[in-house]
């Protein structure tokens, strides 16, 4: 099993950054895919960034993209969301989360984190 835990939520103005941190537990992390998926008050979990279990691939929603930067240290266990630029339509919740298909993460994981919330404010 693994065991996922969010921090570096906050709030910040627009234009701002925030990095994320998702520290997991497991021997097994370095064999598992992540993600980064978000919900917003009133809307759906939404899919914003995955990275391949040895992080040579990366993947991001357009909404995202050229502003959010996913990565992962396995020999610390911890997967980053590096997000710039930020605008208010960034606001929700934000969850990470862990499956050991990288195709599969697109859409869900096996485990998740408790969510860590970030405020953009205009």
């Known amino acids: 099993q693994v065991q996922l835990v969010e921090s570096g939520g906050g709030l910040v103005q627009t234009g701002g950054s925030l990095r994320l941190s998702c520290a997991a537990s497991?021997?097994?992390?370095?064999?598992?895919?992540m993600g980064w998926f978000r919900q917003a008050p009133g809307k759906e979990r939404e899919f914003v960034a995955r990275?391949?279990?040895?992080?040579?691939?990366?993947d991001y929603a357009d909404s995202v993209k050229g502003r959010f930067t996913i990565s992962r240290d396995n020999a610390k266990n911890t997967v980053y969301l590096q997000m710039n630029s930020l605008k208010p339509e960034d606001t929700a919740v934000y969850y990470c989360?862990?499956?050991?298909?990288?195709?599969?993460?697109?859409?869900?994981?096996?485990?998740w984190g408790q969510g860590t919330q970030v405020t953009v404010s205009s």
């Open positions: 989360a862990a499956h050991p298909n990288y195709a599969t993460i697109r859409s869900r994981g096996d485990y």
């Open positions: 497991g021997r097994t992390f370095s064999s598992y895919a």
């Open positions: 990275i391949s279990a040895r992080g040579a691939i990366t």
